[in-house]
């Protein structure tokens, strides 16, 4: 069975302090491992797709990277607005073909105090 | 602007009436979905479409119907809506890439 999970489930850090949060999956054929952020009361916002083990991507304070059974998104010096929650999410290819069906992870509410 | 708008924001409805949710989505995007989001549960499918006329069933689709007669409206239609049906509920869309693109939500209480 696909599975999404991710830890912690909720992480605080004093700003500066660089963090990871974690992504492990199973999934008999991914195809994609998507970030996405989301701020309370909104949709979650695409960050990244990593597609094959060792891929990185990087943007402002955020670095994602694939390996084979998980991701990680690296928070370098993180100011109090990368406060939300993290979510991940693979595409399965023997799932749903083209259209790509999603499956979530719970996410990671990240709290940065200034 | 372009992009995907849910509607309402926010719904109140009592148990057994039925309530649609809209979404309009700008871009053109083939691909069409329904998720709902509750605590400890993340983000699970409900119904998605891969072009007009054509939706199939997600993880979660039972009590939900949905149609799609043009390529950029997606209807979300709870026949006889039960407190477990509240939620928040979120459209998506996905064009040629492999990432979709979420509304901003709406949260629907059934009371």
């Known amino acids: 069975e696909d599975q999404v999970t991710q830890s912690p489930e909720a992480l605080r850090l004093q700003e500066g302090e660089s963090s990871s949060l974690n992504c492990s999956y199973t999934v008999s054929g991914l195809r994609g491992l998507f970030w996405y952020r989301q701020d309370p009361g909104k949709g979650p916002e695409f960050l990244f797709t990593?597609?094959?083990a060792g891929e990185e991507k990087e943007k402002e304070r955020l670095k994602a990277t694939l390996t084979k059974k998980e991701s990680f998104l690296h928070i370098t010096a993180p100011k109090p607005e990368d406060s939300a929650t993290y979510l991940c999410a693979v595409g399965n290819m023997n799932y749903g073909g083209a259209t790509n069906k999603l499956i979530f992870g719970t996410g990671t509410l990240l709290a940065v105090q200034p | 602007d372009a992009g995907i708008t849910q509607s309402p924001r926010y719904k109140i409805t009592e148990t057994g009436r039925q309530v649609t949710l809209m979404c309009h989505q700008t871009w053109s995007h083939s691909y069409m979905f329904w998720y709902r989001q509750d605590l400890g549960h993340g983000l699970r499918l409900i119904y998605y479409s891969a072009a007009a006329d054509i939706t199939d069933k997600g993880e979660v689709p039972d009590g939900y119907v949905v149609s799609r007669s043009k390529t950029e409206n997606f209807p979300l239609t709870l026949e006889s809506a039960t407190r477990s049906q509240t939620s928040v509920y979120f459209c998506?869309?996905?064009?040629?890439?492999?990432?979709?693109?979420f509304g901003q939500g709406t949260r629907l209480t059934v009371v």
């Open positions: 998506a869309s996905k064009g040629r890439g492999l990432e979709a693109f």
């Open positions: 990593l597609y094959s």
